[in-house]
């Protein structure tokens, strides 16, 4: 199946009270066993790559294997840029082919934000092609870019910014944050908030960020085969179950999936006699594999 806008996938979570999954790939292993997964599933998701992620693998080369892993599938799939930070990296990836851009201008002021963003989805719009922004400011790592402060949506502003910019979908900041370390106290996003957010936006297609779980189980299989990850804190189950019914509809996962892919790596590798790439990529996949479906059956269950 040819690729699909974005908003197309959200639009159908959002009726049925379920997210679309948002998962990041670095290489053609990660975007296989994350397809794979999809397949078993008998559940299309939407496949995230960054600006370094680009630089890494290509551009013409990402579309490629996209095109040749979801060709043949009854799914449906987006392919998606994940916090685009300029107008000229969005065009480039619309131009080359990408079904969803996200414009992540959360770093301007207010007004800044709206104005980029708009001449975004001005020029997305041309080409069927969906937008995500972000409003307000999520903390952590991203991309290589530290953001040191987590500034809180305000419903007010999320909804004056959906009308000025026509965006399709709107990533909202309610206390998670990028990277392995989420929380600096327990795990608790702001539900109320959030409750406010898609009441002001009436009920909006909204995107969560910084949604990986750090699982207990994930984390201690990474350090069995000497990983290193003290005091990792994730998004837990029951808060993304909340999150998609008060109106989240895609969630974000990179870091779980990283942890997941090196896992399989050291693991193989603990046999020290073996060198043949394809042995300790092929258990990376696996891992992978696992943990995506693991996602999927989640954003998936009723609420």
Aim: hydrophobic residues 40%; proline residues 1%.
């Amino acid at each position: 199946m040819s690729l699909v806008n974005a908003k197309e996938l959200l639009i159908k979570a959002k009726n049925k009270k379920q997210a679309v999954g948002a998962f990041n790939f670095t290489n053609f292993e990660q975007l296989k066993a994350i397809v794979n997964a999809c397949k078993k599933e008998n559940t299309g998701c939407i496949l995230a790559v960054s600006e370094s992620a680009i630089a890494f693998m290509g551009i013409d080369n990402i579309i490629e294997i996209v095109k040749n892993e979801t060709k043949n599938t009854k799914v449906k799939f987006a392919l998606h840029l994940d916090h685009g930070k300029s107008y000229e990296i969005c065009k480039k990836c619309i131009d080359a082919g990408f079904t969803s851009v996200m414009i992540d201008a959360s770093h301007f002021n207010f007004e800044d934000n709206i104005k980029l963003t708009k001449k975004v989805v001005k020029y997305a719009k041309k080409f069927n092609v969906s937008v995500e922004a972000e409003l307000g400011k999520i903390e952590g790592i991203e991309d290589n870019t530290k953001s040191l402060e987590s500034i809180l949506t305000s419903p007010t502003d999320a909804v004056n910014f959906i009308k000025k910019t026509g965006i399709d979908s709107l990533a909202v900041s309610i206390g998670t944050s990028h990277g392995a370390y989420k929380f600096k106290g327990e795990s608790k996003l702001q539900i109320e908030l959030l409750k406010q957010i898609n009441k002001a936006t009436n009920f909006f297609p909204l995107v969560l960020h910084g949604a990986s779980s750090l699982n207990e189980n994930l984390i201690l299989n990474f350090e069995k085969f000497g990983g290193k990850i003290n005091g990792a804190k994730g998004v837990d189950d029951n808060s993304i179950k909340q999150s998609i019914k008060y109106g989240i509809c895609k969630i974000n996962v990179d870091t779980d999936l990283r942890i997941a892919f090196t896992t399989g790596i050291k693991e193989t590798l603990q046999n020290e006699s073996i060198f043949n790439l394809r042995e300790y990529l092929k258990n990376a996949m696996k891992r992978t594999e696992y943990e995506v479906i693991k996602k999927l059956q989640l954003f998936s269950l009723k609420v």
